[in-house]
C-alpha cells in the first residue's frame, strides 16, 4: 500500500501500532517526521491498513485562485452587456 508524504511537511509517513497504555491495540499512520497522524483505529476482523491509507492520502482539494477587484469588475460589465439586445 503506497502512502503520500505528510500534507504539512513533506515526512514519510509510516503505520504506528500502539503497543501500551490506554492506545495499546489501537493503529494509525503517522509522518516521521512532525508526527501528524490519522485517527487511531482498534478493530480485530479488518484489515486497518487499506482503511487508514485511505485516510492518510486523502487530501482536500485546493481553492481555485481569489480573482482581483478589476477581474470582477470586467465580469460583471461583461454580465451587464450580454444582458443588452
Given at each position: 500500500?503506497?502512502?503520500?508524504?505528510?500534507?504539512?511537511?513533506?515526512?514519510r509517513a509510516r503505520l504506528r501500532e500502539c503497543l501500551s497504555g490506554p492506545e495499546q491495540g489501537g493503529r494509525c499512520i503517522e509522518c516521521s517526521k512532525c508526527e501528524a497522524s490519522t485517527v487511531l483505529l482498534f478493530a480485530s476482523k479488518i484489515h486497518v491498513m487499506p482503511v487508514l491509507a485511505d485516510k492518510w492520502n486523502q487530501r482536500t482539494p485546493k481553492p481555485p485562485p481569489k480573482k482581483s477587484k478589476r477581474q470582477f469588475e470586467w465580469e460583471a460589465y461583461i454580465d451587464e452587456l450580454d444582458g443588452v439586445e
Open positions: 500500500m503506497t502512502l503520500l508524504p505528510c500534507p504539512f511537511c513533506g515526512g
